[in-house]
């Protein structure tokens, strides 16, 4: 593609070319057109498809021109849109035919499943972008397939080789874009993200995690710990014999060996009479 004059820039140029690339493979993979919203983080967005975070889809609608700023937020820039998908083969103005269109659509908000629960009958206004081309004759509602809660978009897994390539085709443009317009890009990422939508609803701007149940109160259980059921002690009284050790009263020095082995015979009893007692008339 050549540059055209309502390129401004080379960057503009540059990213307008590789996103025009991408939505004609796009088309081309898919037998049935498919609606997906323009805003949103969610299974129906175009973000999602791309395979983008927030920011670096931000970042490429700023490249392209399709985002202007509105107040304190942005909105869809209509002159930028329509010159991109006449000037890039997307569509024509004159036949009404292309592979690309834009429209505005009321969705129900519980259908794009973004884990917040609203009313039933809470509708929203959004954006949408048609990838591939209707048949002759054939009238499709954009948001009829999303409210029905009908299966979400599903391109060929060879898109993915697509992916890479518009990536790298304009990641140097979006390092600039995000250097230089770092205020434009965080206004453009919030609106993506619904985040003005939520507010107007009284709904998070982010997915809350479920709140956990308070636990039951505990109910105190009645003991059931079994009486004692020790049993008497067996132990068997002490058969420890009484000590044999003499009691006699300790000698020192001992005795020598040698004196302990003499034997001494018996004494035997005196053979001689005792002397008489002298006769009273000795004294007289």
């Known amino acids: 593609m050549n540059m055209i004059d309502s390129d401004v820039t080379s960057q503009l140029y540059t990213c307008r070319s590789a996103f025009a690339r991408y939505l004609l493979c796009a088309a081309d993979s898919t037998d049935e057109p498919t ?7 969610h299974q129906w967005s175009l973000s999602m498809e791309l395979k983008l975070s927030p920011r670096q889809y931000s970042a490429i609608l700023i490249g392209c021109g399709l985002v202007e700023e509105y ?3 942005v909105r869809l820039k209509g002159k930028g849109w329509g010159f991109f998908l006449q000037n890039y083969g997307l569509r024509c103005f004159v036949t009404k035919k292309g592979v690309c269109e834009t429209t505005l659509g009321a969705i129900k908000y519980n259908a794009l499943q973004l884990g917040v629960i609203a009313n039933d009958d809470d509708m929203i206004q959004l954006e949408l972008l048609r990838i591939g081309r209707n048949k002759e004759g054939e009238t499709i509602v ?6 029905d809660g009908g299966n979400p978009p599903n391109f060929p897994i060879n898109m993915r080789t697509w992916h890479r390539r518009l990536f790298n085709d304009i990641s140097s443009e979006l390092a600039v874009i995000h250097r230089e317009k770092k205020e434009l890009v965080e206004k453009v990422e919030d609106w993506v993200m619904m985040k003005d939508i939520k507010a107007k609803m009284k709904l998070p701007s982010t997915r809350q995690p479920p709140t956990k149940p308070p636990p039951p109160p505990s109910v105190k259980q009645p003991s059931t710990k079994q009486p004692s059921t020790k049993q008497p002690s067996t132990k068997q009284p002490s058969t420890k014999q009484p000590s044999t050790k003499s009691s006699a009263p300790i000698c020192w020095p001992p005795p020598s060996t040698k004196e302990k082995n003499l034997q001494f015979p018996p004494e035997k009893p005196s053979q001689q009479k005792p002397a008489p007692f002298p006769s009273l008339q000795t004294y007289i």
Do not use: E, F, H
């Not at 954009?142 to 409210?147: D, E, G, Q, R, V």
């Open 71 to 73: 107040g304190d937020t």
């Open 35 to 41: 609606y997906v919203t323009i805003r949103g983080i």
């Open 142 to 147: 954009p948001t009829k397939l999303i409210n």
